[in-house]
């Protein structure tokens, strides 16, 4: 199997899982929104804990059912994880949305939001990678 066949049926399945919720549901598969609205304790929340559930299974069930090694764990401190959590979670109020809302699901819906925000969010990964990489010398 070609190396581009996994993460091609995996955007595959991201895509369909998002227009099947969309169409069942009348939701939009914005992990952020998703995960707030089970934790908040909303009346329609069965859905959501489910898909979130999904999120933490399929990995475990592809590396179960492939054979296909497990990722590295990270040498990251708890510290800049929790640094990190913090700050994703603050860009995603100011952002209205997250990376999934926006990209996947705002796009597709040809949302002029949706695409400014995601050309914001990838400037900003791709201009940070470059200056831990190579003005800070790798953190």
Same mark, same amino acid.
């Given at each position: 199997?070609?190396?581009?066949?996994?993460?091609?049926?995996?955007?595959?399945?991201?895509? %369909?899982?998002?227009?099947?919720? %969309?169409?069942?549901?009348?939701?939009?598969?914005?992990?952020?929104?998703?995960?707030?609205?089970?934790?908040?304790?909303?009346?329609?929340?069965?859905?959501?804990?489910?898909?979130?559930?999904?999120? %933490?299974?399929?990995?475990?069930?592809?590396?179960?059912?492939?054979?296909?090694?497990?990722?590295?764990?990270?040498?990251?401190?708890?510290?800049?994880?929790?640094?990190?959590?913090?700050?994703?979670?603050?860009?995603?109020?100011?952002?209205?949305?997250?990376?999934?809302?926006?990209?996947?699901?705002?796009?597709?819906?040809?949302?002029?939001?949706? %695409?400014?925000?995601?050309?914001?969010?990838?400037?900003?990964?791709?201009?940070?990678?470059?200056?831990?990489?190579?003005?800070?010398?790798?953190?």
């Amino acid at each position: 199997m070609g190396d581009y066949l996994i993460p091609l049926t995996g955007g595959l399945l991201i895509g %369909l899982s998002a227009a099947a919720l %969309l169409l069942t549901q009348g939701r939009i598969a914005g992990i952020a929104g998703i995960l707030y609205g089970a934790i908040s304790g909303q009346a329609d929340n069965l859905w959501r804990w489910l898909f979130l559930a999904g999120l %933490l299974i399929g990995p475990i069930l592809y590396h179960s059912l492939s054979g296909a090694p497990m990722p590295a764990a990270s040498n990251l401190s708890f510290a800049y994880a929790i640094a990190g959590g913090l700050l994703v979670g603050i860009g995603t109020r100011i952002g209205s949305g997250c990376t999934s809302g926006h990209g996947v699901c705002g796009i597709g819906r040809r949302s002029v939001r949706s %695409l400014v925000a995601t050309c914001t969010f990838m400037a900003t990964g791709i201009t940070t990678v470059f200056v831990i990489r190579h003005l800070l010398g790798g953190v």
